[in-house]
């Protein structure tokens, strides 16, 4: 049993045909999966799209489909464990410490433009959210080089800072990172007044939306929304907990018509994760609908409207109002 799981679920993974590519400071992505991934420090997988995670035992049955005993026997004769260096040595799962926000930069004016001309977000919501500080221009020194990034607050009850996450500022920039020690329970919020609260994979996202909303007349500081950072609704759910008076959810997840899981079949993992997420609340006695996007999200739908004559089509005006 030791063996078993002292085996490196990363090379355990990579030795039976999955690929990895870089995730975040703590995790490994797995190629072509939506939400699979595997802990660095070798013990265990993740897997956002739904929301479930487990050992590598767990990952075995689950993803070579395998039962109990099977799956411990390959485990067993797997290199994975005879290798000397592995892809990231096994190591005990440190504790979430303290987040230390990136250092503000001088000005925002690159993280403004960035999200204003290549966003094409509304300046008035760029420039709440940012008086509100929950975004700014950081500046910080980034693997030996000085890094200028979109930065992308979540905040507890208290506000208190819990969750960063990191953009870069131009439309061909891949990078994205969350901070150390930040926790996605507590998402990137929008606030509102009203009973109704928006769900979003990510904040540009989020703002996004409430553009689109102001370009129909309709008030954008209405309604709650809310940014997961992922395909999860775990800051939604916390969301919850704190604001007994909502009573309807929008889940605005992304529409990954290009989706596939790890074997290559088709599938929208945003949607997908939508439907389940609406049963879900709706089993808790919420009204939920969904809101899906005519593009891959609803900042590529709003950037979408700059690439044609700058009328809306009387049919998209009429599903913002709903």
């Known amino acids: 049993m030791q063996k078993i799981y002292n085996t490196n679920i990363i090379d355990f993974a990579r030795e039976h045909g999955f690929e990895v590519e870089k995730g975040d400071k703590a995790t490994l992505h797995v190629k072509n999966s939506g939400g699979l991934y595997l802990f660095k420090h070798g013990r265990g997988f993740y897997c956002f799209t739904e929301e479930k995670g487990g050992n590598i035992v767990e990952f075995a049955m689950k993803y070579l489909n395998m039962e109990k005993l099977e799956a411990m026997e390959l485990i067993l004769g797997s290199k994975a464990y005879e290798q000397t260096t592995h892809v990231v040595a096994p190591q005990e799962k440190p504790e979430r410490g303290e987040l230390q926000l990136p250092p503000r930069d001088q000005n925002d004016r690159r993280v403004f433009a960035y999200l204003t001309k290549t966003r094409k977000i509304d300046p008035e919501i760029v420039q709440d959210m940012m008086k509100q500080g929950r975004v700014y221009q950081s500046r910080q020194e980034i693997n030996g080089k000085i890094r200028v990034n979109c930065a992308f607050i979540g905040y507890d009850e208290k506000e208190v800072p819990r969750y ?48 689109l909303c102001k370009m129909q007349g309709i008030d954008w500081r209405k309604d709650y929304r809310v940014s997961e950072g992922c395909l999860s609704s775990r800051a939604l759910r916390h969301f919850l907990e704190h604001h007994p008076e909502i009573k309807e959810i929008v889940l605005c997840y992304d529409n990954d018509v290009d989706g596939k899981l790890a074997d290559g079949t088709p599938h929208n993992h945003g949607q997908v994760r939508a439907e389940e997420e609406k049963r879900n609340f709706e089993a808790q006695g919420y009204r939920v609908y969904i809101q899906t996007p005519t593009q891959k999200d609803f900042n590529k739908m709003l950037t979408s409207l700059y690439d044609r004559p700058a009328v809306y089509v009387e049919e998209e005006a009429d599903e913002m109002e709903r």
């Open 164 to 211: 960063c996450a990191l953009r870069g500022p131009s439309a061909d920039s891949s990078f994205r990172q969350d901070m150390e020690n930040s926790d996605k329970t507590y998402g990137f919020t929008m606030t509102g007044r009203s009973q109704r609260v928006y769900e979003f994979e990510a904040p540009i996202d989020a703002m996004s939306h409430a553009t």
